[in-house]
């Protein structure tokens, strides 16, 4: 485990806006990987799985790490503070798509240890901007509020003690593996992420040790809600009890439709640090990325929120890349951070 650095983290929130890194599955999809390169060498005994592997972005930490490695170089070059564990969908309930349930604890300490690597050796280079692991935990594939059957409104495909075990797993294995902080991450069903926040919680009591979270949900489309139905305030008095370093939001809508929702969160969540890492705009399967904004309109689009006082931490989601990285780590540099309620009482005491 880790050094507890959740008060240099603080600090650094005070003093300037932190860049969160950007998409991994852009970044992996333009390696154009075949299967062989998701079974490995023999060593890591895949060679005869049942399952076809190809698309299992998260096994890459066991198969392929040095082109994980070199992901998480691109974006620390491209001025990230904070870079991102690949292991959005690696819970037991999100790898058994793959047949790989008993290989989730090894695949997150795994992706754990090759961006703690990568982040130290970049805060040896930079030692006034020192680096930063985020474990990142997705929302699996399920969820508990919204039934799978159109016919039963009822019908649920995962309990919450499912949920909870799977996040439990996989979030011992991120701290094992060196994460500084955990991320539950575009969270569109908020029962989901209290099976998640639940289990982190349980993971910090069992170790003693309490390292800084982040919440990040997910606006689905233009009715400003998630897809369990809550609005931005209800989505952030629903997870506040778990005392987060940042709530924030990310993925589906790009920065221009997400201003709004963000400007929401900033408002109520006074007391907390705040973060947003949007999508690269919207769908374009004619991009190289899939996504439709360069990264001099990513960027823009970040300086705006810097400026209007939104945000402490901004990166990319989807379609983003190095480039989209580099143009916002620019756009908010000198840009003095968001304000928090605890900052104003400690000046005033």
């Not at 333009?30 to 096994?59: I, K, M, V, Y």
């Not at 690597?117 to 020192?130: I, S, Y």
């Not at 924030?248 to 900033?266: D, F, K, S, T, V």
């Not at 823009?300 to 989601?317: D, L, P, W």
């Amino acid at each position: 485990m880790q050094p507890d650095r959740s008060e240099e983290l603080r600090r650094l929130l005070r003093e300037r806006i932190l860049v969160l890194d950007g998409a991994m599955g852009t970044m992996i999809q333009q390696l154009r990987l075949g299967e062989a390169d998701f079974r490995g060498p023999a060593s890591c005994g895949l060679a005869g799985h049942a399952h076809d592997l190809r698309g299992d972005n998260d096994l890459l930490a066991l198969t392929r790490p040095d082109a994980i490695a070199a992901i998480h170089d691109a974006y620390l070059a491209a001025g990230a503070d904070i870079v991102e564990t690949n292991t959005f969908n690696a819970t037991r309930i999100a790898q058994a798509d793959y047949g790989l349930q008993a290989r989730v604890r090894e695949i997150n300490r795994a992706a754990a240890a090759i961006a703690r690597e990568a982040a130290d050796r970049w805060t040896t280079r930079t030692p006034a901007q020192p680096r930063f692991v985020a474990g990142a935990i997705g929302p699996t594939s399920r969820t508990a509020s919204i039934s799978p059957d159109v016919n039963d409104p009822g019908a649920r495909n995962v309990t919450f003690d499912e949920l909870e075990a799977a996040y439990r797993e996989a979030a011992d294995a991120l701290i094992d593996g060196g994460a500084d902080l955990l991320l539950v991450e575009t969270v569109f069903d908020t029962l989901n992420a209290k099976a998640a926040l639940s289990a982190i919680d349980a993971a910090f009591e069992a170790r003693g040790q309490r390292l800084p979270l982040i919440v990040s949900g997910t606006i689905t489309d233009a009715s400003g809600r998630t897809l369990s139905g809550q609005t931005p305030t209800a989505f952030w008095y629903s997870v506040r009890h778990a005392r987060p370093l940042a709530v924030g939001l990310n993925c589906a809508l790009g920065a221009a439709l997400m201003r709004p929702y963000l400007e929401e969160i900033a408002r109520v969540a006074a007391d907390t640090f705040v973060s947003c890492y949007p999508n690269a705009g919207l769908p374009n399967p004619m991009s190289d990325t899939g996504y439709d904004e360069a990264p001099e309109e990513t960027g823009r689009m970040a300086g705006e929120f810097a400026r209007s006082g939104f945000v402490n931490i901004v990166g990319g989601c989807c379609g983003t890349t190095p480039d989209h990285v580099r143009a916002i780590a620019e756009a908010v540099r000198g840009v003095p951070p968001r304000r928090v309620e605890e900052d104003a009482v400690a000046e005033a005491a």
